[in-house]
């Protein structure tokens, strides 16, 4: 085959016309937006396997160190706290293979869930970092 034959009437090449076609598109849409640009993907690092926690022993840990400070002994009263000291201290409360799978979301389940039992009073903070385990709803 000769050179002439990839060519057309007038004289372009294949690549030539294709080229032309896709800048006329262009001109048609000239005013439309340009497409978004593509975010780049982010690792956000979970748990590969699910952890096996004795939840009641983690919440009867849990209200133990809530009543602990009570005065007189009551076991009825919850020494105000936050979140956020009761994370800190349930690790020394709790057997090595507990303390291994503990994370903030279990043991804030595990708050929750004693909220929901036992009637605490959960108050969240303005800068939303923490919150605020106040004491017992009273009836």
Known sequence: ????????????????????????????????LEPPTKVAKIFIPYAMRAKKVDMKLLKHTTWKMLTEHTPLGHKEDVTPTTFATIY???????????REALSVPLALLSILHTANEKGLILEKRDDLKDFDILGLIKN
């Open 1 to 32: 085959m000769d050179a002439d034959d990839w060519c057309n009437e007038d004289g372009a090449a294949a690549g030539d016309l294709h080229e032309q076609a896709k800048s006329a598109e262009l001109e048609e849409i000239g005013d439309m």
């Open 88 to 98: 800190n201290r349930l690790p020394n409360k709790l057997s090595p293979s507990m």
